[in-house]
Nanobody, 125 residues
């Protein structure tokens, strides 16, 4: 099993920045890719960004490209999502996810086996 614990989100004004972290524990050796998803009220969960462990390949949703950066600290077994130039439409519950199946589509929630509890990010206008 793999456990994922996200940092606390927060409330930020439009144009501001926020960094989320996701600590990984347990069978970390089985993880080959991780990602961030988000879900706004009344909407489906959507892909935000993904990072493959072995190749360090990174993937972003068009809506966050150029504003968000996914990264990791191997020594700390932690993944990060740096969010800059935040917009009100970025308001959502953000989830980190992990998978042993990096060959599956990184933008699909079905590709991920493990999920964090979610953390609220609210961007005020």
């Amino acid at each position: 099993q793999v456990q994922l614990v996200e940092s606390e989100g927060g409330l930020v004004q439009a144009g501001g920045s926020l960094r989320l972290s996701c600590a990984v524990s347990g069978r970390t050796f089985s993880v080959t890719a991780m990602a961030w998803f988000r879900q706004a009220p009344g909407k489906e969960r959507e892909f935000v960004a993904a990072l493959k462990w072995t190749s360090d390949s990174r993937y972003y949703a068009d809506s966050v490209k150029g504003r968000f950066t996914i990264s990791r600290d191997n020594a700390k077994n932690t993944m990060y999502l740096q969010m800059n130039t935040l917009k009100p439409e970025d308001t959502a519950v953000y989830y980190c996810a992990a998978t042993p199946w990096s060959y599956r589509p990184m933008g699909s929630a079905q590709s991920y086996l493990y999920w964090g509890q979610g953390t609220q990010v609210t961007v005020s206008s």
